[in-house]
Nanobody
Framework: QVQLVESGGGLVQPGGSLRLSCVAS????????MGWYRQAPGKQRELVAT???????NYIDAVKGRFTILRDYAKNTVYLQMNSLEPEDTAVYYC????????WGQGTQVTVSS
């Protein structure tokens, strides 16, 4: 059974940092691409960053230079390091992998506010 469990969200002031973690189980982690998505209130879920099984990384323009995605194969974990956070980054952040279908974690709330 595939399971993705996110953690690390919280309330942070503009300009602050957070690191999100997603632990994957029930899969051979090194075989699959991983991604982070986010969904702000009243908006559609959007892709934030992806990292392939081989380590190729992509980001949306809005987070380039501020966010870093990385994966630890030994810990079956993918991280999203978020720096210079802005109020526009406020959203529920979801971990994702696709194995014949999309699998999602439960989400972790990130709120950027003074």
């Amino acid at each position: 059974q595939v399971q993705l469990v996110e953690s690390g969200g919280g309330l942070v002031q503009p300009g602050g940092s957070l690191r999100l973690s997603c632990v994957a189980s029930g899969i051979i982690f090194s075989w699959f691409d991983m991604g982070w998505y986010r969904q702000a209130p009243g908006k559609q879920r959007e892709l934030v960053a992806t990292i392939t099984k081989g380590g190729t990384i992509n980001y949306i323009d809005a987070v380039k230079g501020r966010f870093t995605i990385l994966r630890d194969y030994a810990k079956n974990t993918v991280y999203l390091q978020m720096n210079s956070l802005e109020p526009e980054d406020t959203a529920v952040y979801y971990c994702n992998t696709k194995i014949s279908k999309n699998y999602w974690g439960q989400g972790t709330q990130v709120t950027v506010s003074s």
